[in-house]
């Protein structure tokens, strides 16, 4: 049961790679293992309480305003969460920037709302914000871990190989796009080969 | 002259340097989601566009004669999810009576707006100090930084639904097929606009 919910968060349903909602925050801070760790567990955590808070109170919002009553939840929980990292990790405030407010308008937490947390029970619920958050936060590993390496020959801030000339375009923009390119490219691949075989 | 100097360097920051989908990654939902086709892409643009500078005047209002006034800042992320969200429902409602041909236009991309991260981020950016003067953002310089980031954003959209309308015609290998040939085509157009950061020396020096 656990084997296959985790299953289905982080491999197919996963929600960079497969369902391609999220796009945004994971592109900007997979610069580093570090980054992506800290935004992957931040979201996981705003995830499973509006998850548990929205699955709660679902009989109780008319079905009209419900996009914004979910909205509302969302950003409370991000509001708490900032003003927790704000005080706690003010390195990763730094880092992060304008993307821990962000995680307000993550497609992730409405969409697991809306598709999921509003029609199932409590436990139900708290399960899939704990599968979605980690394949979040696994993509967001993977994505992170190319990216710095190709861009700083670094893995949590750690020279890798001496005398590596890292590829800088990695590290900044561009480098963002080709990167989900390629590994979204494999996913598909494999898919694909699976498919073949079955 | 000062200000009108640092006005120029968010519109151009704005616009090219830090473009708001290519450079900051913001808004890639409707930018990939809005860009199959060339029609549809300059209606989302010019919707973004439109939203974003009014969210940025009435936001920076708000935040300027009640959130701070009343040591509230805490409060931000929901309050202004909240003047989105409704500032938004409300255009639509006024578009729709006074403007019905614009409405035509834009109506159907409105409803998309209020859970664009651009739009949010946009008016976040706004409560924080300007970069080029080191001082709060004044009225006018929010209300040009959300204008020129919705251009930014318009000019990255009607680009990319340009190259994807001809993709459709590319015989694109089957594993990269739909989203990762777009996004290796919005990391080579990331990859000109990198040219425009050689810009920001005039940008930074500009104003002193």
Same mark, same amino acid.
């Given at each position: 049961m ?14 960079i ?10 592109l900007?801070?997979s610069t @580093?293992? &570090?980054?992506g760790?800290? =935004? %992957? #567990?931040?979201?996981?955590?705003? /995830?499973?309480?509006s998850?548990? +808070?929205i699955?709660?109170?679902?009989g ?5 305003v ?9 950003a409370?929980?991000?509001s ?21 407010p ?8 409405l ?10 029970s409590?436990?139900? @619920?708290? &399960?899939?914000?704990?599968? =979605? %958050? #980690?394949?979040?936060?696994?993509? /967001?590993?993977?994505?992170?871990? +190319? ?18 000339q ?14 989900i390119?390629f590994v ?15 | ?12 920051a ?18 990939f989601g ?24 009435f ?12 040591d ?24 729709r ?5 614009l ?7 409105l ?21 080029f003067?080191?001082?709060p ?7 040009i930084?959300?204008?020129a ?23 694109v ?13 919005a ?8 040219g ?13």
């Amino acid at each position: 049961m656990l084997k296959e919910e985790v299953k289905r968060g982080v491999i197919t349903e996963n929600p960079i790679l497969i369902l391609a909602l999220g796009l945004c925050p994971s592109l900007a801070v997979s610069t @580093s293992v &570090t980054n992506g760790l800290g =935004m %992957g #567990l931040a979201t996981m955590f705003v /995830l499973v309480c509006s998850n548990i +808070i929205i699955s709660i109170i679902k009989g109780w919002v008319p079905d009209k305003v419900r996009i914004p009553c979910f909205i509302m939840v969302s950003a409370a929980f991000v509001s708490i969460l900032h003003l927790f990292i704000k005080a706690y990790m003010p390195l990763l405030d730094q880092r992060l920037g304008i993307f821990i407010p962000l995680i307000t308008v993550n497609c992730i937490i409405l969409g697991r709302a809306e598709a999921f947390a509003s029609k199932n029970s409590l436990s139900r @619920s708290f &399960t899939d914000g704990i599968v =979605m %958050g #980690l394949g979040f936060t696994v993509s /967001l590993l993977i994505l992170s871990a +190319i990216r710095e390496f190709l861009g700083s020959n670094k893995l949590f801030d750690l020279m890798v190989i001496p005398k590596f000339q890292p590829l800088t375009a990695f590290a900044l923009a561009p480098g963002g796009f080709f990167t989900i390119a390629f590994v979204m490219g494999v996913v598909s691949f494999l898919r694909s080969r699976k498919e073949a075989r079955a | 002259m000062n200000s009108f100097m640092s006005i120029v360097q968010i519109a151009l920051a704005a616009v090219l340097i830090q473009n708001f989908v290519l450079a900051r990654f913001l808004g890639l939902c409707p930018f990939f989601g809005v860009s199959k086709k060339l029609s549809s892409a300059t209606g989302m643009g010019m919707a973004v566009v439109f939203v974003m500078t009014i969210a940025s005047m009435f936001t920076w209002v708000v935040e300027r004669y009640i959130l701070v006034p009343f040591d509230i800042r805490y409060l931000e992320i929901i309050v202004f999810i909240l003047i989105i969200a409704s500032l938004v429902q409300l255009l639509e409602l006024i578009m729709r009576k006074f403007t019905p041909s614009l409405y035509e236009s834009l109506g159907i991309y409105l409803p998309l707006i209020s859970t664009n991260c651009a739009l949010f981020a946009v008016v976040i950016i706004n409560t924080g100090t300007n970069q080029f003067t080191g001082r709060p953002f004044t009225f006018i310089e929010s209300t040009i930084n959300g204008t020129a980031s919705g251009i930014g954003f318009l000019i990255a959209l009607v680009l990319m639904a340009g190259i994807r309308e001809k993709l459709e015609l590319a015989d694109v290998p089957k594993t990269l097929d739909g989203l990762p040939i777009a996004f290796i085509s919005a990391g080579l157009m990331a990859l000109a606009f990198l040219g425009f950061s050689g810009l920001s020396f005039f940008a930074a020096s500009g104003g002193q």
